[in-house]
């Protein structure tokens, strides 16, 4: 939804709460509140919205696999950046293909 890539998150609820209003699409925009609820940080409205969403048809296994993909994105923040991969850019007047070469790390 387009207020959500804004960061207007208020009226993107608002808009998501009148189409559940008017029972339009509730599975997504169940999920859509869900979402912004996890990004605000407030656990009992996501799983309120994800509950809703789970009663459903096709919601069971459209929850999981949200809940699974949450899962997923905060083990990856919570991990350690690698190590050993160079982010800064190759001088101007080297050769790219062996600064390249020489920068990612071999696997044993």
């Given amino acids: 939804m387009a207020y959500m890539g804004l960061n207007r998150l208020d009226e ?3 808009i998501l709460n009148q189409a559940l209003e008017r029972k339009l699409n509730p599975l997504g ?3 859509q509140l869900a979402a ?4 605000q940080n407030d656990a009992a409205e996501m799983e309120k919205h ?4 789970k009663q459903l048809p096709g919601g069971e296994m459209t ?12 083990d990856k923040l919570k991990r350690p ?9 190759p001088p101007s007047d080297c050769d790219y293909k062996k600064w390249r070469a020489a920068s990612i790390p071999r696997r044993p």
């Fill in 63 to 74: 929850v999981s696999g949200t809940r699974s993909a949450s899962l997923l994105a905060v």
């Fill in 50 to 53: 994800l509950e809703a969403a």
């Fill in 81 to 89: 950046a690698i190590s050993g991969r160079s982010r800064e850019k």
């Fill in 36 to 39: 912004i609820a996890w990004v």
């Fill in 12 to 14: 993107a609820k608002a």
């Fill in 29 to 31: 925009n169940h999920l």
